[in-house]
């Protein structure tokens, strides 16, 4: 990370440079729709560097349980240090917002993800089978989970 990264809360006027990363980020991206009714539902978060957004997150959190849905950073801003700071990001809105717990699925296939998820303190406690749509059928999600108390 060379820049500043900052965040804020995603507006509808930020749909079109949300999906363009999430577009380029993943086989089977989140939709509009998806998006649009999130903006309700959960908290949703913009990541930046410098003025480029590089990143999003959304967060959903009841009562004192928090479920990360989605972390995506652009394809060419991986590998620095910004999935961490996304991640790091969300984690303190859900223990500020109380949440006890934080639950996550993870594709069977995103090593990498799964690494970040390890090193920050989640574990895995179960699998999806069949979870994921993927190329050529489908794919088994990793549930994984991290106690957020002190």
Same mark, same amino acid.
């Given at each position: ?17 949300? =999906? ?23 908290q ?18 009841i009562?004192d349980?928090?479920?990360? =849905?989605?972390?995506?950073?652009k ?24 949440? &006890?717990?934080?639950f ?10 799964? &690494? ?11 699998? &999806? ?8 059928? &489908? ?12």
């Open positions: 990370m060379s820049d500043a990264v900052s965040f804020r809360p995603m507006t509808e006027a930020d749909l079109d440079a949300v =999906l363009k990363i999430e577009y380029a980020a993943f086989s089977h991206p989140w939709t509009r729709g998806i998006f649009l009714d999130g903006l309700g539902k959960y949703i978060w913009l990541m930046f560097e410098g003025q480029q957004q590089v990143g999003h997150g959304v967060v959903q959190i009562l349980e928090a479920h990360l =849905l989605n972390i995506t950073v394809p060419e801003n991986q590998g620095r240090g910004l999935g961490l700071a996304l991640l790091e990001h969300l984690m303190s809105i859900a223990y500020k917002a109380q949440a &006890r717990e934080c996550l699925e993870v594709r069977d296939s995103n090593q990498a993800a799964f &690494r970040l998820y390890e090193r920050y303190g989640f574990n895995e406690v179960g699998r &999806r089978r069949d979870y994921y749509p993927a190329v050529g059928g &489908r794919e088994d999600a990793v549930v994984m989970a991290c106690t957020l108390v002190d």
